[in-house]
């Protein structure tokens, strides 16, 4: 019983990313990881990103992963980490072939760090 939790717990943390391995990435001159905002809201609700985040809507995202590098790693986020949308655009990207995270603790942690934001 024991050994099913850990694998469980090894499973679900291997879909999740540090916030500091994205920091880290985005300081390098030619970045591994690509940021997608997965947020179904328009901009003008969102009113803040990620620095350098690609807005892609979950809703969307399957219409548009042949516009997508095969070779980055794509960290997906949403509001928070209660959300299912990073889950469902995570799901997404992994189905089709595509090494991807979702953003530990979602754009809320990432505020919450006052980790670099840009208006949009």
Wanted: aromatic letters at 8%.
């Amino acid at each position: 019983m024991e050994t099913e939790k850990i694998n469980f717990l090894k499973t679900y943390l291997s879909l999740y990313i540090s916030h500091f391995a994205v920091l880290a990435d985005m300081k390098k001159a030619d970045p591994e990881m690509v940021v997608l905002d997965v947020r179904n809201a328009p901009a003008q609700v969102k009113k803040n990103q990620i620095k350098g985040a690609v807005a892609l809507a979950a809703k969307d995202l399957a219409d548009h992963l042949d516009e997508l590098d095969k070779s980055k790693t794509y960290v997906v986020y949403d509001w928070n980490a209660g959300t299912t949308l990073g889950k469902e655009a995570l799901l997404t990207l992994l189905s089709a072939g595509f090494k991807a995270f979702e953003l530990a603790s979602a754009l809320e942690g990432w505020k919450g760090m006052n980790l670099p934001i840009e208006e949009i």
